[in-house]
Each structure stands twice: as structure tokens, then as C-alpha cells.
């Protein structure tokens, strides 16, 4: 029997450092190795699953198709073999002390504010600040410590893990595409009362979709704008237009037909990220809400998990 050639945790963490510092050089320095150390590993991982992961350019490395695939489940991996190390030296027993998190308000409200009374039933010993913010957190500057983050667009001097999958989708009421009429490309969106919103930073107005010919901007308008993602809904509910929500939102009112998804081939990825900045290792009440928090969200929306 031919055993499996498995890659080995230290090639990945190598990985994870090249990917993270942008160049080989910059990760061996990072890493207190050599750059041919750290190039040597790179090519063993490769060898090891059979696969290119990164290719050279002139302003550093840029991840193949399979070598971002390997990035992202290689933090799984390597956070369960940090997990192992923790239950095996009981590190689990008593995480206690103050953490701040931060969250959009509407996820905050519905998803995270029901994690945390749980989690906090099992470590009453923690202490949890809990923040909203209605723009973009800056870690440093809001002092916080655990930001669960719905957007992609994550700096590259934090560290991140994710907790789900998710897109924002369109839709609108039945009535209201009814009178109007249900649109048949992007740029029809341009004839309908778009419900438009600036959750955390976003552009007024401008729509990017991911579709069957990539990625695509439209320029959207209507009578009704908000930064309360919430208002936004409930006045699609109302049928006063379009809207751009995330699927983790509607897909209740998409089952029951009080929504209905418009341009189904387009939508725009908002994954839910735990977002932080000192390694999990190194804190265990960061480790213990971060991984509490993705069990529950995978728990509770199993749909969007995978």
C-alpha cells in the first residue's frame, strides 16, 4: 500500500508567510530564515501536492488558482493543529479576561449578539465588550480585537480567518416587479428604483457583481438611500425597489416569496470574516471567540458554510 504523501505543517506555515509578506525574501526575513530555506520549503509543498502554488513576478509572487485554494484551507489546517496543541497542553480550561468585538450593526444584532450570550454561558470567566459600527473598523484605531468583518477587502497587515460564506444578491418585492417589470440585464438597473446604501464604506450608488463574464459595475439610482441596511430592506419589503443584500439576510424572505432574487446569475462576494491582529496561538480568549463564533454561524446557517 502507497501512503499518502501529506504536506508537512512547517512547509505550510512557510507558505502562509510568503503569501503574507508579498515576496520570499520579505518571509524569510520574517521568519529569521535564510531566502533558499524559504524556497526549498515552497518547492517541497509543491512537490508534496502535486501542484504549482505561486508564480514570480517582478513586484513579488502572485497565487495560482491552486495555490489560493491551498492558502485558504491551509489556515484551517494549521489552526486545527494549533487547536490539538491547546487541548493537549489544556489550554481550554479557563479563558478569562476583557475582549472587545466589533461588528456591523444588522449582522451584529441578528448573528453575533446570540453567539456571544452562548459562548458566554460556557466561559463566564471572559469579559466582552461588544461594538457596532456602521463604517469600515480599524483594529488599532477603535481598539479592537476581534472584528467580524463582512467584506473581502481585508488589509494585508491583519490576520483572518473565515467564518462563512456569503454573497449580497438582488432582489425585490413580487408587486414591485410586477408593475415595473423584472430586469433582464445589469444595465436595465438603470431604469428601476435601486434602493442604494453606504454600509461600512462602500461607494454611493456603484454596483460591482460578479457574473458570467466576470466582474461588472453599474451605475445605479433611486429615490431611497440609506446606511441602514435594515431600513434598505424593509423598504424593499414595502416594494419601493431594488435592493443588494446579503443572501445570509433574505434567504428567509427568498423561501417564503415575500422577496424574489432578480439577475440570478450575478452577485457579489461578502464573505463573514473573523478579522484580527496577534495570532491565535498567542491568546486564548481571541482563539476561543474566534472559533466559537465560526462553529455557531456554520451551525446556524449551513447553507452558506461551505
Not at 101 to 125: K, Q, V, W
Not at 191 to 213: F, K, M
Not at 274 to 298: E, G, H, M, N
Amino acid at each position: 500500500m502507497t501512503l499518502t504523501q501529506y504536506p508537512l505543517p512547517k512547509d505550510l506555515l512557510v507558505f502562509q508567510a510568503v503569501v503574507k509578506c508579498g515576496s520570499l525574501c520579505a518571509a524569510a526575513e520574517q521568519l529569521g530564515q535564510t531566502p533558499a530555506f524559504v524556497t526549498k520549503r515552497i518547492q517541497q509543498l509543491e512537490q508534496s501536492l502535486g501542484t504549482k502554488l505561486l508564480h514570480r513576478s517582478p513586484r513579488g509572487v502572485v497565487l495560482t488558482e491552486n495555490g489560493q485554494l491551498c492558502y485558504e484551507r491551509s489556515q484551517d489546517i494549521l489552526g486545527a493543529c494549533q487547536s490539538l496543541l491547546d487541548d493537549l497542553h489544556q489550554l481550554h480550561e479557563s479563558p478569562a479576561g476583557q475582549i472587545r468585538i466589533g461588528c456591523s450593526f444588522g449582522f451584529a444584532r441578528h448573528c453575533i449578539a446570540p453567539a456571544i450570550t452562548e459562548l458566554m454561558n460556557i466561559y463566564p470567566d471572559l469579559k466582552i465588550h461588544f461594538e457596532l459600527f456602521d463604517r469600515q473598523i480599524d483594529l488599532v484605531r477603535d481598539n479592537i480585537d476581534l472584528d467580524i468583518r463582512i467584506n473581502d477587502d481585508i488589509p494585508d497587515h491583519y490576520i483572518a480567518r473565515r467564518v462563512m460564506q456569503n454573497h449580497r444578491i438582488l432582489c425585490a418585492a413580487p408587486a414591485y416587479l410586477a408593475q415595473r417589470g423584472m430586469p433582464q440585464t445589469l444595465q436595465a438597473l438603470a431604469e428601476h428604483e435601486c434602493l442604494v446604501s453606504r454600509e461600512r464604506d462602500q461607494t454611493l450608488g456603484v454596483w460591482t457583481l460578479e457574473g458570467p463574464q466576470g466582474k461588472r459595475t453599474v451605475k445605479v439610482a433611486g429615490h431611497l438611500s440609506s446606511n441602514s441596511g435594515e431600513l434598505l430592506l424593509r423598504w424593499a419589503l414595502e416594494e419601493k425597489g431594488i435592493l443588494l443584500r446579503s443572501e445570509w439576510d433574505v434567504a428567509p424572505l427568498l423561501e417564503s416569496g415575500r422577496l424574489c432574487r432578480v439577475l440570478p446569475d450575478y452577485a457579489q462576494s461578502a464573505n463573514v470574516w473573523a478579522v484580527y491582529q496577534v495570532p491565535l496561538y498567542s491568546s486564548v480568549k481571541l482563539r476561543v471567540c474566534v472559533d466559537f463564533i465560526t462553529r455557531y454561524c456554520q451551525q446556524h446557517f449551513p447553507s452558506l458554510s461551505a
